[in-house]
């Protein structure tokens, strides 16, 4: 008796939940507002070695140069496919886009993580300005946006840039970033000072939580605090399908690809919105303009009216 009444209740809100999520214009992301109407691909290396990668370039009209982006992956994801929303969004938007395959083999070893990500940005460098036909990337307009364990990889990019004698990010755009309990990576004091940082976290995430999130705040000292900012992904059950900000929130495949995972990793709210403080983020960071993040924590209304839970905003102060 218990589990029909258990049922029934379901029936009853999912009867309930007749709202559905903000559509993506709303945000500004209509096709036809995109300055390039396609997107150029190439791949690199053997299939599964730790130094495949990708470009993706701006196209129909190809420009002469565009800024480079470096899109760190999350753990297992060695092809852009899940992230492949999020990466034409960039490019269409007039970015190059370089997405590094750092795992050898189904896991390959950690050490080797950061040297087969700076070897893809080096050699994605030099067939883009070596190439006659290619988009010339704009080194003075260098970031990286990373999910999950390429959000280590973000920090550790951003610290050894010089080093290496690659481009040195000018912006930082973390999206669940972890576990560095488990994998090894620089010194977070090593990134320059005026770098702009994003560090987001969803508030169902238990596979990496807020953790490393808060420690790339706390371990970065030498970024003031006006430079760095920490968001909550908050989930919001108003309708359904509920938008649930768990590690798998930023996945996104564009359902009208035809690609049958567009059903469990759907484009929605918490992507555009994420998106449009991603592209905020750049924006400022290569124009040299202020970073404003409070209008940015909207994420629209449902088709109801009822507005979609917003971003919070984290104090920074509240962190030490």
């Not at 009867?15 to 036809?32: I, L, R, V, W, Y």
């Not at 994420?299 to 962190?319: A, E, F, N, Q």
Request: proline share 9%; glycine share 8%.
């Amino acid at each position: 008796m218990r589990r029909v009444i258990y049922l029934l209740l379901i029936v009853v809100w999912l009867c309930g939940c007749t709202a559905a999520g903000p559509e993506q214009p709303e945000f500004g992301f209509d096709p036809s507002d995109y300055p390039h109407r396609s997107v150029a691909v190439t791949v690199y290396g053997e299939e599964r070695s730790g130094r495949r990668f990708w470009i993706f370039e701006p196209d129909a009209p190809r420009p002469v140069s565009a800024p480079l982006i470096v899109f760190n992956h999350g753990w297992m994801n060695k092809t852009p496919r899940k992230h492949r929303a999020w990466i034409e969004h960039l490019v269409r938007r007039g970015n190059i886009v370089v997405y590094p395959r750092f795992q050898e083999g189904t896991f390959g070893d950690p050490a080797y993580y950061l040297p087969n990500t700076l070897y893809a940005i080096g050699e994605a460098v030099r067939i883009l300005e070596t190439e006659s036909f290619r988009v010339k990337p704009d080194k003075r307009r260098v970031a990286c946006v990373g999910y999950s364990i390429g959000g280590l990889l973000n920090m550790s990019q951003a610290a050894t840039a010089k080093q290496a004698g690659l481009p040195q990010p000018r912006a930082v755009f973390n999206a669940a970033p972890g576990n560095t309990w488990i994998f090894p990576m620089e010194d977070p004091a090593d990134i320059p000072a005026d770098v702009l940082m994003v560090n987001v976290y969803g508030d169902a995430d238990v596979f990496v939580g807020d953790t490393d999130a808060v420690k790339f705040m706390t371990e970065t000292p030498q970024i003031p605090a006006e430079r760095k900012w920490l968001v909550e992904l908050p989930s919001d059950y108003h309708s359904f399908p509920p938008l649930i900000a768990d590690h798998n929130a930023l996945l996104g495949v564009h359902q009208r690809s035809g690609d049958p995972i567009g059903r469990t990793f759907p484009v929605n709210a918490h992507d555009y919105g994420l998106w449009r403080m991603c592209d905020a983020l750049l924006e400022a960071a290569f124009e040299n303009k202020p970073f404003d993040i409070r209008p940015l924590l909207d994420l629209g209304r449902w088709s109801d009216g009822k507005p979609v839970k917003p971003l919070i905003l984290i104090d920074s102060t509240d962190l030490n």
